[in-house]
């Protein structure tokens, strides 16, 4: 073989059916609103399945494509939603195995969030509405390296599953290195949600963050550093440059741009 | 070719002469990289190959709305069935049977056995696809596709062209569930899944 195709047309055709669906959504969207204004009483759960459709697929489809084009695939220091958009911003680093950095977290209060299935999912809205604790509740899935988060950890905050601290991490690629060429092992984004809204971007029911992510991110480091004097903390100040943006859901992300790299090589790892 | 038949001057740097020999040749001639902008055959390249990838919830939300059309198709086949009559006494409707030497009724008979027979066998297949999609076979879901983009393309040319209502009957419920059929399949998760198995030059390789 002299030269091997490195792209696929299978992928091509996937690509047409998945622009193709984007437009049809659009029109049976418009249709499903036209028809609120026809049936009666019926509008409303038509306008309720209009909004439902809109938030959940139209909107996150058309995202995709776009996004495809116009966001690049390559490492800003933010992370991105399963639609593509930009999210949290990448505010942590570490260093360290990962049963190292779950058992200084672990030690420092903090609970490792459950996969996102159905039952948890189910499990997170009924606690949110009957506020309820659920201090294992399952957070979004972010994509950093073209990966959702490895793991991540949360903190409740007085038993409201509206409100808490999380933070999801990435293991970095092999051999890859930070602009500016150091090497860390792990990449962290911690925001800290306040409450339950709309997103601006897609309409979707989602945590709003708090606007200042730095509040979080020196939160994280604190509460880890207490539980264990053997965690070593190096900062790259100004690493991003203090910026103002929004995240995935369109919320406001104040910080200064430094960036602590947490050393948890000396924590006993797994407890093994 | 090497240095090594001359010895190097005394105190001179190793590289980076005016003049000198190219580097040794375990030095990449050019420094690696990145392109500033991403090639469009990168949105192309092929998925991983994963043959232990769970079931994405997007594959089983487009087999249980096949399922759902081929119910839909089961009770439009019923309902024609039962308006038969009805319907062949619609002044508009002619009944054509050329070259039978059957009866006006037996001939009535025939026809809807054949409008039957066409409508089960579209169920039918409806139920095989489904099955075959959740098993993950990409052939069965791109026909599912194709079959939904050909039915949504000639509703939307009825529609745009021809000035068709859809309003909320069954025309909207068949145009809704073939739509909700081809988002569900062309989801990138339902892609990976039911290409889990490929396997393809790696790129990065």
Known sequence: MASRRTYSIGVAVDWFFFVFAGLA???????????????????????LAFWGLLAYLVLPRLHRILTTIYVPDYFIGRTRTSDGLLGDPVNLAFLGTGEQIEAALAAAGWTRADPVTLGSSWRIITSTITRRSYDEAPVSPLFLFGRQQDFAYQQEVAGNPAQRHHVRFWRCPDD??????????????????????????????????????????DHIVSTVREADRRV????????????????????????????????????????? | MSHEGMPPAEGAPPIGVPGSAPGPADAPAEPLKRPAYEPAARLLRPVRHDPDMPRPAATVAGAVLVLLRALAGLLVGGAIAAAWQAILADPDVELALDGTDLGASDARAVALWIVLGIAGLSVLLD????????????????????????????AFFA?????????????FASLALDILVLLALSSRSAAAYARRNERRPDPAA
């Open chain 1, 25 to 47: 959504a659009i029109w049976l969207a418009y249709l499903s609103l036209t028809e609120t204004f026809h049936v009666g009483w019926w509008g409303i759960p038509f306008f």
């Open chain 1, 176 to 217: 890859w290195l930070l602009p500016g060429g150091r090497r860390v092992e792990w990449l962290a984004a911690g925001t800290f949600d306040t409450r339950v809204g709309l997103s601006l971007f897609t309409l979707q029911v989602t945590h709003k963050i708090d606007a200042d992510t730095d509040v979080e991110r």
């Open chain 1, 232 to 272: 070593a903390v190096d900062v790259i100040a100004d690493f991003a440059t203090g910026y103002h943006a929004r995240n995935g859901g369109g919320d406001s992300i104040r910080t200064d741009g430094d960036l602590p790299i947490v050393d948890v090589r000396a924590v006993d790892g797994g407890a093994a």
């Open chain 2, 127 to 154: 139920v095989v696809f489904a099955a075959f999609v959740l098993r993950g076979s990409n052939w069965a879901r791109v026909a599912v596709m194709v079959i939904s983009v050909l039915s949504i393309s000639t």
């Open chain 2, 159 to 171: 529609w745009w062209v021809q000035g068709q209502e859809i309003r909320v009957d069954e025309a």
